[in-house]
Every structure is written in C-alpha cells, then in structure tokens.
C-alpha cells in the first residue's frame, strides 16, 4: 500500500514538468527553430504559473510557425494572466481567423472583452460560444452578462437559469450581474 501526501504529489509534479522544461531546453539549444518545442515548453511554463515566460515561448513558437493557432490561442491565454487584456483579444482574434471553430478562443476573447467593459463584443462572442457548442455553460453565462451590459436585464436572467442549468455557479454569475446592475 502506497500514501502520497498531496504536498508530495505536487512537489514530483512540479519535478517532473522542470524535467521536461530541461529536456525542451535541450531540443531548443540543438534547433533553435523548433518551433514544436518552444510551444510545448510554452505549454509547461503556463502550467507552472510562469505567465511571461509562456509568452516568450508562444511568441517565438508563433514566429518560426504564424499559422498555429493553438500558439496563439495559448498566448493569448497568458496574457491574460498577466492582464494584458487587448493583446490576449488580439491573439484570440488571430486564432479565430486560422481556426474559426476555437470554441474556447470565442469564449476567452468574450471574458477579456467583459474585463474591459466592451458589452457589444462579449455578446458577440459569447452568441458564438452558444451557436458552435450549445451546452457550453460559459457561453451562456457571457451571454447573460453581455445582456446585462447592453441592458437587457430579462434576457441576461433568462442566460443566467440556462447556464446556471448546465452547471456554472449561480452564485458567481448572480454576483457579476448585480455588479453590472450598478
């Protein structure tokens, strides 16, 4: 019988990922355009929580391969991690135009767009979440506060019960909203 605390398990873990970020080094030093290394490095430093450093990977995996959509939707996910809310959209946007069906891409430029008061696009975007995948409860949590933004406070309720149906927290969602109400 084996017991792991859970300190432990999240200390190999961490051990594990700074392995892999080592062996990646490696592969980068040898070939500086390994534009699959720098993503998948990118990928661990944004699990690490090391925002800046995923960018930089992004950035340079997105230079030697513009057309990588998952790059750029994973950059733009950093950035708004580290607040850079206008990049984080430009990214997203980038995404969508090689990959329109990026559901998530939809999702988090309506989330970055909500962060800086841009009602109009948080219902765009959010429409699309819900027109692409009808059962994404974010969709229509960003479409209730797209509403609400917009002042249309019967139509955001009626969002809210729905994705409050498909399981995102109500309390959370009620908590946004009354702030917009303001």
């Known amino acids: 019988m084996q017991s792991h605390h859970h300190g432990q398990d999240a200390s190999e873990e961490v051990a594990r990922l700074e392995a892999e970020i080592a062996r990646l080094s490696g592969a980068i030093h040898d070939n500086t355009q390994d534009a699959a290394a720098y993503f998948r490095r990118g990928l661990i430093f944004g699990q690490l929580g090391e925002a800046e450093r995923a960018v930089e990977d992004f950035s340079m995996a997105i230079r030697l391969d513009p057309k990588n ?5 994973n950059r733009g996910i950093a950035r708004i991690h580290l607040k850079q809310h ?19 891409a939809y999702n988090n430029r309506a989330s970055a767009s909500y962060e800086l008061g841009r009602g109009r696009d948080v219902l765009r975007d959010a429409e699309a979440v819900v027109r692409l995948a009808p059962q994404h409860p974010g969709g229509h949590a960003l479409r209730a506060l797209g509403k609400m933004m917009l002042g249309d406070e019967a139509g955001a309720e009626e969002d809210a019960k729905r994705a409050a149906q498909l399981g995102f927290s ?11 109400r303001r």
């Open 86 to 104: 206008v990049l984080a959209i430009d990214d997203f946007t980038d995404a969508l135009a090689i990959n329109p069906s990026l559901v998530d």
């Open 170 to 180: 109500p309390r959370a969602l009620q908590g946004l909203l009354q702030r917009e």
């Open 69 to 73: 959509a998952e790059a750029l939707y």
